[in-house]
């Protein structure tokens, strides 16, 4: 793998020069410019604070944008990240957090071993489209109290809405103008001027000198230390055998949302820029970027979409990009630190309020009502429902489930018509033989264990025959279990007298056949190529 590395980064780098380098760096320059708001909400939004998004965003660019799977994936601190661990922060703290931080990433290289990656691919859209949804509301009710000024207890939705119920809900109007201070400049901020500075960190800046030119009184972000090393890091004396049970749970849905994330966004951003994404080598560089990055103090981090888009867009060459991101945001950290601490937490809230709205996936959920994609609209709904009750892992597996029942539900469609034999015309030949108690039953569809028995029953309904050709041209494929169920309904068919035929077998259904000598089970002398010799051999009986 290391030696694979090596000739992709030699290829990566081939024939670089000052001009690349300079796209490079202005690439990077300007994915910091989207991420520092960005790091500094997502911490927040995290349970944690503003400096670990900043540290996490920094930490990421280094070590997972240098040994990713590609050369233009750009990682940090993201919303659907932050929305599955403020809760894990409500109950187990900070430390909770980075500590599952860490378990993840040791889990995100044990799958980048046996090669996970590829189950991604087995997940429907419309599964990904409610699981986003669904972190798209929990982010949302994640901000209330930064964004209204508010009090509420409890780490599930249903438990804030009865915390509000009980203690009441009493909006300040200081953190709300703040908060919607930045959605109004977000919405408003032409498109033409967002390449060059973002609507999120136009709106952190109005914001921040509004706060301080006016008499507010609103929580602030607080200082930010000019240190890599924060004072709430992660060390191993904070696992113990309690917490370690207790935070395996959690930290699997984290590598699971890390490694959905990460290969979804370098699908897109493969398609952008017309490269592969290495997903083993990317999970090993999620992995190792997540064990090291809660030792500084930084939470989760995965590859993040539109910071990964907008350094395509703006011309990144190679992995250098992200580095350079990483170094501009160090550097923000260290000459701006004072400035961003004075930044109103409603103001983050309005950053995460706008982002939860946005990263819905509203031409495909339009799609679905307006197309009225039943199966999607259920997979959609369920797994959104699933993602705000339940945790990441749950509702995955939930949505899953649904897709593979639904799938099922289809394929045990068949298709079965039966059909009189004309013993004057059939096939243009006259026969002599009267064939009146023959029938013919055309079967198209999948032939497995969810459709067999309604192919036994239409067939064991025929009354009046005493040969049954069974026609399965139609169908492409057959599973042991319909193959048992054909078997059984031979031989019982034969117990009164009635002979089975079959014909028309696809090569994939021969071979299952011959693989489970079901041809010696019910003689080779009653399957045949196809209809016609089989109603001929009949006809000299």
């Known amino acids: 793998m290391f030696k694979q590395f090596s000739q992709d980064i030699k290829l990566e780098f081939a024939g670089y020069k000052t001009g690349t380098l300079i796209q490079d760096l202005l690439a990077g320059l300007t ?41 233009f994936q750009i990682s940090g601190p993201t919303g659907a990240m932050a929305a599955i661990l403020l809760p894990l922060s409500a109950r187990f703290g900070v430390e909770g957090v980075l500590a599952a931080g860490a378990l993840s990433g040791v889990i995100l290289l044990v799958a980048a071993l046996l090669k996970a990656g590829r189950i991604v691919s087995i997940i429907p859209s419309a599964v990904i489209t409610g699981f986003t949804s669904g972190i798209a509301i929990l982010i949302a ?54 390449a060059k500075v973002p609507s999120s960190l136009m709106g952190i ?31 191993l004396s904070l696992l113990n055998s309690g917490m370690l049970n ?44 997540n064990i090291i990055i809660p030792f500084f103090g930084g939470v989760p981090a995965t590859a993040a979409i539109a910071r990964t888009s907008v350094a395509i867009k703006a011309g990144g060459r190679t ?29 983050l809230g309005g950053v995460l309020m706008m982002t939860s709205w946005r990263m819905n996936e509203w031409d495909s959920i339009r799609k679905f009502f307006h197309k009225k994609y039943k199966t999607s609209i259920a ?14 892992t749950i509702a995955i597996l939930i949505g899953i489930s649904l897709s593979m029942i639904l799938f099922v539900i289809r394929s045990s469609y068949l298709e079965i018509s039966v059909a009189n034999i004309d013993s004057r015309h059939e096939k243009g030949r006259n026969l002599t033989q009267n064939l009146s108690n023959v029938k013919l039953v055309y079967v198209t569809g999948q032939l497995f264990f969810g459709s067999q028995d309604r192919m036994v ?39 009164r007298n009635v002979k089975l035929l079959f014909c028309g077998l696809q090569p994939q259904v021969n071979r299952q056949f011959q ?27």
């Open 319 to 347: 992995r250098l990009t992200g580095i350079f991101h990483a170094v501009t945001l160090i550097a923000s950290m260290f000459l701006l630190g004072p400035m961003m601490s004075r930044i109103p937490l409603a103001a």
């Open 246 to 289: 207790s935070l395996i749970v959690p930290a699997i849905s984290i590598a699971a949302l890390g490694m959905i994330e990460s290969l979804l966004c370098g699908a897109a951003g493969g398609k952008m820029k017309k490269e592969r994404l290495n997903a083993d080598r990317e999970l090993i560089a999620q992995g190792i970027g």
């Open 379 to 392: 997979q959609f709904l369920v797994t959104m429902i699933a993602t705000v009750v339940f945790d990441l």
């Open 205 to 235: 800046i109005i914001a921040l000198v509004v706060n301080m030119l006016g008499p507010f009184d609103v929580v602030e972000v607080g200082a930010i230390p000019r240190s890599l090393l924060l004072p709430h890091r992660f060390t």
């Open 31 to 71: 994915v910091a410019a989207v991420a520092l708001p960005l790091a500094l909400a997502f911490g927040v939004g995290s349970g944690a604070d503003a400096a670990a998004g900043l540290v996490t965003a920094i930490f990421a660019g280094f070590v997972i944008g240098s040994l990713g799977g590609s050369s």
């Open 457 to 495: 029953t239409a067939i064991e309904e025929i009354s009046d025959a005493t040969t049954i050709i069974l026609s399965i041209r139609g169908v492409p494929s057959i599973d042991h279990s319909a193959m048992v169920a054909l078997e059984e309904l031979h031989d019982s068919l034969a117990a």
């Open 141 to 194: 009710f994640g901000q209330i109290d930064n964004f209204f000024g508010t009090t509420s207890h409890g780490e599930t939705i249903i438990q804030k809405l009865s915390s509000y119920a009980s203690t009441g809900f009493s909006p300040q109007w200081q953190p709300m103008f703040f908060g919607l201070l930045v959605m109004v400049v977000m919405i408003g901020w032409p498109k033409k001027w967002a």
């Open 515 to 541: 693989r489970a000598g079901f041809n010696e089970a019910v003689g080779e002398d009653a399957i045949f190529n196809n209809a016609v010799e089989a109603i001929d051999s009949i006809a000299v009986e």
